[in-house]
């Protein structure tokens, strides 16, 4: 079982990278260590700032550092970077085009027990709505490892959510296929399309494998990129089977399903199932108790996708 986090993967990703690239700059939001960057912060005190619990300024801060050449990566957990600098992430990132990641942490439920305060279910939607501001969920280590590489490479902002706690592998090291702004596919299926992102890729796929044992054929798309949205794969599958089930950690609107819902209703209409967390406050528990309660689980997922096929 892998005991390393998205989030570790991160930072160790961006330390690979920053003695040879001085312009890198990761800063926090007094979420060192919830970031898993405190690594980061104690090999590479110059290239690093503590900004304290002040969202806002976090992410102004690092986009007046882009704007003099630097590449800024701030982290804070999603339900506060998600909210409290709205207006930063639109105004002083987006429309001012700087090279700005913004590394949502603990996203989705990760919180667990400190409730709808510090989850994160409505960051996709709200993200997704700021024109030039793309949205990745990655869904294990080795996908966030190859994430974070490619947004190294490029100048443009991007919100990057990441869980708290470690996610079954999906890939390996030596076996990650990774192309920027374009879906994976994990398997090939006639009968129902099932597409995930984030940490509900891995009970996706093994809701395809409960599926097969019943006959039914699932091909499942690792979304990892929901904006922009691989539209050209996404309807490449749907159009080869029956029904599409999306899974995604987040509200029921605004999200994934939403987005997934919108471009196969406009380009090759058929029955849409989205699964999310409910429109209220979810119960309190561990992220897989909470998964569980609400049918996010590998069970759950083929359950839905067998009704949805009758």
């Not at 597409?195 to 699932?218: D, F, N, R």
């Amino acid at each position: 079982m892998n005991k390393i986090p998205n989030r570790q993967a991160i930072c160790e990703a961006l330390m690979a990278r920053a003695e040879a690239d001085p312009d890198i700059v990761v800063l926090c939001s007094d979420s060192r260590g919830s970031a898993s960057l405190a690594p980061f912060f104690q090999t590479f005190p110059g290239q690093s700032v503590e900004v304290g619990i002040a969202e806002q300024d976090l992410v102004g801060i690092a986009a007046g550092l882009a704007s003099c050449g630097k590449k800024a990566w701030c982290a804070s957990p999603a339900s506060f970077l998600s909210t409290r600098s709205y207006e930063q992430c639109k105004v002083d990132v987006a429309y001012s085009r700087t090279n700005v990641k913004l590394i949502g942490i603990s996203g989705g439920v990760s919180y667990g027990a400190l409730g709808m305060s510090h989850h994160s279910a409505q960051d996709i939607a709200a993200m997704s709505a700021i024109p030039d501001m793309r949205v990745y969920l990655p869904s294990d280590r080795h996908q966030t490892r190859k994430l974070v590489e490619a947004l190294l490479s490029d100048e443009k902002g991007a919100y990057i959510r990441v869980g708290r706690n470690p996610v079954e592998d999906i890939y390996t090291e030596e076996d990650c296929p990774f192309v920027m702004d374009r879906a994976t596919v994990l398997a090939e299926g006639t009968d129902v399309l099932l597409a995930a992102c984030g940490e509900m890729v891995k009970p996706t796929q093994e809701a395809a494998a409960l599926l097969e044992k019943g006959g039914v054929s699932a091909a499942v798309l690792d979304m990892y990129c929901v904006k922009p949205l691989d539209t050209e794969t996404l309807l490449r599958y749907a159009r080869q089977v029956k029904a599409v089930v999306t899974v995604e950690e987040h509200a029921p609107t605004g999200g994934l399903g939403s987005m997934v819902a919108q471009a196969v209703a406009e380009h090759c209409p058929k029955k849409v199932k989205c699964l999310a967390l409910p429109d209220a406050p979810v119960i309190t528990g561990t992220s897989k108790e909470v998964f569980e309660h609400y049918g996010l689980n590998a069970s759950g997922i083929a359950k839905a996708a067998e009704a949805l096929l009758k």
